[in-house]
Each structure stands twice: as C-alpha cells, then as structure tokens.
C-alpha cells in the first residue's frame, strides 16, 4: 500500500483475529492468569455510543494484560431474556426468541467488527436452555438452604403493564416505563434471602476499598443500611376495647429515651390496624386511604408536611414511667426496624416537624449550645452530653447509648440490635420471557423441586403475540398443556411454578460460567472457576452500582459457602466508565441529539472511533462528542501509519548502537515506561497523547534527521504499533505487517525498556564572563531560559569574579551559552 486508507485496512484485518483464535487462552498456558470483563450486553438493538465507549476501554486493560504476559480471559455474552423482547413478540406476534437471536447476531456483528479482543469461543446468552438449567439448579441449591422461599405480600403493581415493579422502577409513584400510577397488590412471590448476608455485604467491602469507585461502595453501604442501635419495649396501655399488650421500636438513640414524649406508629402496619380500635378507628381509616399513594421517598422526606391520626392509645416510657400518646402516620414505614418508634422530637428533625404539627411536647435531653428546641421549633442535632435523664445524666453519648442499653437490660425492656434496610431480594416475576421457576406445586405434597435430572425447564416454544400479552398472572399459568405435569412425589397431577425469574438472578453468575462454557454437569468446572476468578477489571456503567452488582456478590457468596468457588468477592476491580453526551446532554430521542455509532464508523473508521473514545477523557469521565474530533483522530492514525510505510520503503540499515538518533530511542523508551505505569492506572487518554509525541519525533527523524532507515526509527515504528494496537488495532496489525513483524502485533512482545535511555538527557552550557569561559554546567536539553541564567549566575566561579561588580548584560542561548558583561 501506498498510502493509509482507513476502510481497507479494516477489510483487511476484520475476523482475522478470530480465525487465528488470537484471544482464545489455550489449554496448558500455564502462564499467570487475568480475567477482563465487561458487564454483558442486553440485545436491545445494535450496539450504540455507550457500547462503544464501555468496550474501548475494557479491551484496551485485556490487550495490555496480554502485553504484560497474562494468560488472559476476556469473554463475551448477552443477558438475553427480559421484557422488551417479550413486548417485541407481543406486537410482531412472535416469540420473543426470534427478536431476541436476531438482535444478538446484530450486536454479535458489531462486536467483531469493532475489533475487540474477544474469546467468542466462550460466547453465552442466558436465554439457552444450556444456560438456564445452570439458573434454576441454582435456584435449587438456594431453596435447599432456605435461601429461596415464598411469601405472600404487598407488592407495587403496574396496572397497566400488569406486573410487579421493583422500588426503584417506582419514579414519583409512577411506573417507570409507562408513567401509569402504581398501586399494590399482594401476591405470593420468590425471594431471596439476601438479608441473611447484610452483614457479610457491608464487612466484605473492605476488601474492595481503594479497587472499586468509592461512591459506588458508599451507595452499596446506605442501600443495605446497616444501622445499630437498640430494641425498646413500651407497654401500651389498655382501652375500653383493647387489652394491654407491647409496642417495640428500634432506635440508634437509646440515649434520647428521657425525651421520648410519644410514639408514631406506620399508617400501614398490621400493628395499626391492631392497636386502633374504639373512637380513633373511623378517622384512623379515612387517614389511611387518604395516604396510599406516596412513595417510599416522599414519606421519607424531613421536608414534607406532617400529617397523622391520633390511635386513641398511651403507652408507658419504660424509663421516665410518664404516660405518652401513641400516633399514626406515614412518615414511619411498615417494613423497617419494627414499624413503630418511640419520638423524640427535641433531636430528630422528623419527629419536631410532627410535634409542631400536632402539639405535643418537646423536651431536649442533650446538653450543648443549641437553643432549646421547645422554643427555636428546630430539633437539637449538636453533639453533647446527656441531660433530663436521670443516671445518664453527663454521659457524652457513646457512654449514654451504651448505659442506656445496660438499664433497658436490668429492667428486661430493651436490648442492643442492629437494623438494616436491605430486603429480601424479590425475585418472582409474572412474565414469560425469563428462566422459569423450577418448582412444582402438588396439592398432597406443597412445593416440590424438579429433580435435577428433569432440568432445564424450557420456556413452552408454541406460544407467540397475544398469548404472551400481561393478564394479571405469568403467561405460563395460561399454558395448559405446559403447566400440568406429573408430581415428581406422589406421581399425581400437579403444577408448574409458572412464574419466571428476575434477569438480574442471571446477571448474578454469568461471569462465573464463562470459565467453563461448555461444563454440563455443573453451572462451571471448580477448577476453572477458581483458576480464572475473580474477575480482575470490570467495566461498566454506574447504574449498576447497586443492584448487579450487590445481587453478583450474594451469588458468589452464596456459592462460596456451598464450598463451589474459593473466592468471597467476584470484581476485585471495578471502573465504570463515563457516559457519552452530546452537546452537553445525554443523548435522547426526545432532544434529538443522538450519534448513530455505525454512522461514525463508516465515516471514520473504527480506530479513530475508539482512540477518540479514549482519548476525550479519563475512562471514568463523560466523553461529549461535541468537542471531539474523530477527524483528528484519523488523521493521527494516518500519521502513525506512514511511519511504518516509510520504513519499510526504505528498509534499516544497521544495528540499534550504530543509530544516528539516540533522542528517539529515550523518546521511544520513555513512552514505553510511562504508557506502562498509565496503563495501570487506567489513564488512556494520557496513553494515547505520549503516542502522539512519540508519532512526532519518528516523523521528524524520518523528515529532517537520520531518515526512515535508521534503525532507531524502526524502533520507535514497531513500539508505536504496538501499544497502538491497544486501541486502534487495525491500524495497527497494518503497521505491524508493513514493519515485518511476526505473527500479529496483537501477540507481539514489548521490548524491555533500557533504564539506561530513561535517564534525563543533559547538554553542557558553557558560561563566559567578559568572553572568557570560566564555568561549565550539565543542564536540560529543554531548560528555560530564565532557569540557565539563574544557574550561570549562581554558579561558584562566577560568584566569586562577580563579587562587588555591577552586572551591565547577560546574553543567554539556552541551553548552550550564557555570556556575562560586568562594569569594568
Ligand atoms: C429515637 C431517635 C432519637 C431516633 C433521635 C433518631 C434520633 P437509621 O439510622 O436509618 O436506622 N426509625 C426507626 N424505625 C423507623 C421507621 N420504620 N420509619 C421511620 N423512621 C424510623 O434510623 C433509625 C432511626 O429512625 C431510629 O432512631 C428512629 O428514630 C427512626 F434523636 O429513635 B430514632
Ligand atoms: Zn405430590
């Protein structure tokens, strides 16, 4: 070739890499191994911007692992069930398998064309049965330990799409894809019992400290919410129709219980309804239906108006014995710590806004320079000792909390425990397009697991369009003939458990199967789970801070104490990646400010696409690619590349010690020692600036130095396509062939970098004073002007000639030449 044509050296290297297995580790490597992964993708269509930046950058830390030495895994796979593929069959009336493997080879396409340093020899979708069987064995084990079970209750429905919405699929007590208010509804679902393993979630982040992105540890950390504190009983006080009986709370501020001056029970708590009889029953229900659609968040809110129902009962404070009165409302939820709290509105900015609201009294128990909050109307949140509280009293308040758990104790009213806000992780989903529930229901014999043998249990394959349309209850329950089978107990007829299963429960171990892709006997082979895991960079995008990744380390932990995989922690690195924006703004089909990715490729090729990517910013930083210029890019890789052309035109003569250009070799081993340590710390976009320079000097070597045929030139040319192809690699497997190098660049191996040409070059400057030399110094090729002078003058001869005399002028030439006239 002649010149650099962007296009034909794609056509020229796409798929080649594939067909030499390139990426594939090989059995018997016994080399040290790295596994490089990225969150797999969901086949909603083709791949787009966000695919495209996330990808750079995975397979940029896979090829320099690769480079490193590592035996590396960098795998590829779809999560392929879920709800727009069902909602796809649903309108084309058809299976939503047919959308689904369409839309896979689509992406699958565009994966290989984008030259990622895939292994498509381990490729998956969750959607095969080969897959699935894997899940529901898992979900097996998991009720084998009592991790899965059933439970009937309260769940946010779509009335419109007619299924169960997670909290966080709940925008503003909307429904998060079609905007329909959600209401709830109780159904007997699936769930994990993930809260078993709170603590272990929270502790074990310790390891992840300093390797994951602090604020995503931070969210996991408040989204499981562990909380300590203590359990306090209050007796609450018969009423002409109620009995006595208990209200427990949990509190973290066991100290404050001198200044507990009433108690709020949840709006929407069986305890309400229990304790609310007589009088109060009537505007207790009116309350109740007037509440029902806040949300979790709004309830929450310290900012929100108070509002309640007074139950009609008192209740004693078992440590002042004062009767106080026991109220309802939302601002306290049902399903955390007991329900009900004892108020202590002189220090919790909740409870005063409800006291204010009700007129009930205030009464501060900590001493501090606050003003009274009985008078100010604002709760006292200043640390201090405590006060109005009989022996607590001048205790600060880690002493008071824990004499406060001691008097509780004695009195045999309370005691330490830790709260958290985790729930069981709800899996059940009344939907088609998932793994099915494995799980048979027999009126003689309850719930009874499909024996391993009979698994998987495949998704009905007959069913398509209308068949599939939400009513109320999983399209499977509709499916007859697929529904009833033989009870594997009694042998009698029973049926199929027709819910399926979240896809997040999928998402939850994928990782793991890739190590053993084709393993039929077990979800993954032992050995191979342990010899490539844990996964030592993940990549993607920070909406999974919680969920997929919480729910992919209760798996892992899971199997970890079923003694299946050795390790209690599946990403030991995690980088997510920032968004691609345009204009400033996420891209939208409501703005109109969307970038086709295939558009881009076609215009500029797929290298200059991701060095773009990779060059705009740090990984973890949005890219907005209005102040991009993939035009540059090419233009840069058409730089590279003609430096390659231009020494195979010329061919090298002699050997690296007889170069003319020793400045290119230290610029050449510089960029290999400092794109190394970059490397590392994941800062390509700095990567690819020292490739520019290095791009430079060769050029200005080749133009106005030694020439193309100077042996530091083919150094510089061989070194620059190889850590190049870390992120243009067509480009580069082009320059690695025009170069004569062997095999594919891909393969290479990188030179050692000679410490020698890393240390700073020096020239000497000669220092004259009145036109005779009287000091020589070894300074920096590049040193400033302004520095030469100050170290000529500085220096000891001429200090000493100088001493009294008026300097008149200094001539500098950096950074050869100072000249000194004094006044004679
Ligand atoms: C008395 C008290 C005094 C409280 C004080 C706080 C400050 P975290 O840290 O989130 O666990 N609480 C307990 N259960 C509740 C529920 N179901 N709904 C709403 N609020 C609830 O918060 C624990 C604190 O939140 C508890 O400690 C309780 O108020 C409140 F100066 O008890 B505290
Ligand atoms: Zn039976």
Redesign the pocket.
């Known amino acids: 070739e002649t010149d650099y044509d962007v296009h034909a050296v794609e056509a020229k290297w796409e798929g080649s890499w594939e067909k030499a297995k390139v990426f594939e580790p090989q059995p018997g490597d016994t080399r040290e191994r790295r596994y490089v992964a990225d969150m797999f993708s969901y086949p909603s269509g083709d791949l787009h911007m966000g695919h495209a930046e996330a990808y750079a950058i995975g397979d940029v830390a896979a090829r320099w692992w690769r480079f490193k030495g590592y035996n590396v895994l960098h795998p590829v796979g779809w999560d392929s069930f879920g709800l727009p593929a069902e909602n796809a069959a649903i309108k084309n009336n058809s299976h939503p398998a047919e959308w689904t493997y369409k839309n896979i080879e689509v992406q699958a396409s565009s994966f290989r064309r984008y030259g990622l340093s895939l292994d498509w020899s381990r490729r998956l979708h969750t959607s095969d049965p080969e897959f699935y069987r894997w899940t529901q064995w898992i979900f097996l084990e998991f009720y084998k330990r009592g991790l899965a079970y059933r439970k009937d209750s309260p769940v946010n429905w779509c009335p419109k799409d007619q299924t169960v919405l997670a909290n966080e699929q709940v925008v503003d007590g909307a429904c998060e894809r079609c905007g329909t208010l959600v209401t709830k509804k109780k159904l007997n679902q699936w769930y994990f019992k993930i809260t078993d393993y709170a603590d272990r979630l929270v502790d074990d982040m310790a390891q992840l400290e300093g390797h994951w992105p602090d604020r995503v540890l931070l969210m996991q950390k408040n989204w499981i ?1 562990r ?1 300590k ?1 203590a359990n306090v009983r209050f007796a609450l006080l018969a009423n002409e129709v109620a009995p006595a009986r208990q209200i427990e ?5 066991p100290d ?1 219980l001198f200044g ?1 001056t009433f108690m709020v029970v ?1 709006v929407d708590s069986a305890l309400a309804d229990e304790i609310v009889v007589g009088e109060q029953r009537e505007a207790f229900e009116a309350y109740r239906e007037s509440v029902k659609a806040a949300s979790e968040i709004e309830r ?1 809110a310290t900012d929100r108006e108070k509002t309640g129902v007074f139950s009609g009962r008192y209740a004693v404070n078992p440590v002042t014995g004062e009767n106080i009165p026991v109220w309802i409302s939302d ?4 399903d ?9 509105p002189a ?2 900015a909740r ?1 005063i806004e409800f006291a204010k609201a009700m007129n009930l009294p205030i009464r501060a128990v900590v001493e501090n320079d606050d003003e009274d909050p009985a008078v100010s109307g604002e709760a006292s949140l200043t640390p201090g000792v405590a006060k109005n509280s009989g022996e607590l009293d001048g205790l600060a308040k880690d002493e008071a909390i824990e004499a406060a758990i001691r008097l509780l104790g004695s009195r045999g009213t309370g005691e330490a425990s830790i ?1 958290y ?1 985790l729930r069981d992780w709800l899996i059940s989903r009344q939907r088609f397009w998932g793994t099915p529930i494995p799980i048979i229901h027999c009126e003689a014999c309850g719930e009874v697991p499909v024996p391993e043998d009979q698994l998987p249990v495949r998704l009905p394959e007959d069913l398509k369009g209308e068949q599939l349309a939400p009513k109320g209850e999983s399209p499977l329950a509709a499916a007859e003939a697929w529904r009833t089978v033989e009870c594997p107990s009694c042998g009698g007829t029973a049926q199929r458990d027709s819910d399926t299963m979240d896809t997040f429960v999928d998402s939850s171990w994928y990782f793991l199967r890739y190590t053993s892709p084709g393993c039929e006997d077990a979800p993954f082979e032992r050995e191979k789970v342990n010899e490539w895991m844990p996964v030592g960079r993940y990549v993607g995008g920070v909406e999974h801070a919680i969920l997929h990744l919480l729910y992919a380390r209760f798996v892992t932990k899971v199997l970890h104490d079923m003694g299946l995989v050795d390790f209690v922690e599946p990403f030991t690195a995690l980088l997510n990646q920032g968004q691609v924006i345009n204009n400033g703004k996420a891209m939208s089909k409501s703005l109109g400010n969307g970038v086709n990715l295939g558009e881009q490729l076609e215009l500029f090729g797929v290298d200059a696409v991701r060095l773009t990517m990779l060059f705009a910013s740090p990984p973890e930083d949005d890219v907005d690619w209005a102040d991009v210029s993939p035009g540059a890019s090419s233009k840069f890789l058409a730089r590279a590349w003609r430096v390659a052309r231009d020494v195979r035109d010329a061919g090298t003569s002699g050997e690296l010690a007889s170069t003319q250009e020793p400045g290119l070799r230290r610029v050449t081993h510089q960029t290999l020692a400092q794109s190394a340590e970059l490397l590392e710390q994941a800062k390509y976009n700095v990567v690819v600036a020292k490739l520019m320079e290095l791009t430079n000097a060769a050029r200005k070597a080749i133009d106005t130095g030694a020439g193309a045929a100077d042996p530091a030139v083919r150094e510089a040319a061989q070194v620059l396509a190889q850590l190049l192809s870390l992120i243009a690699p067509y480009t580069a497997e082009d320059m690695w062939e025009l170069l004569g190098g062997e095999g594919f660049v891909a393969n290479s191996a990188l030179p050692e970098v000679d410490p020698s040409l890393l240390v700073a070059e020096t020239v000497t400057a000669v220092v004259q004073v009145q036109g005779k030399v009287r000091a020589k110094l070894e300074v920096a090729p590049d040193i400033a002007p302004e520095e030469l002078e100050r170290q000529a003058l500085a220096a000891e001869p001429v200090v000493r000639l100088l001493e009294g005399r008026e300097v008149l002028k200094v001539i500098v030439r950096a950074p050869k030449l100072v000249s000194i006239v004094p006044k004679p």
């Open positions: 919410g909380s504190g709370v949990f509190t973290t501020r404050t507990a949840a929450q601002y306290v939820l049902a955390y710590g007991t329900g009900a709290i004892m108020a202590v220090h919790d409870d709260n806000r």
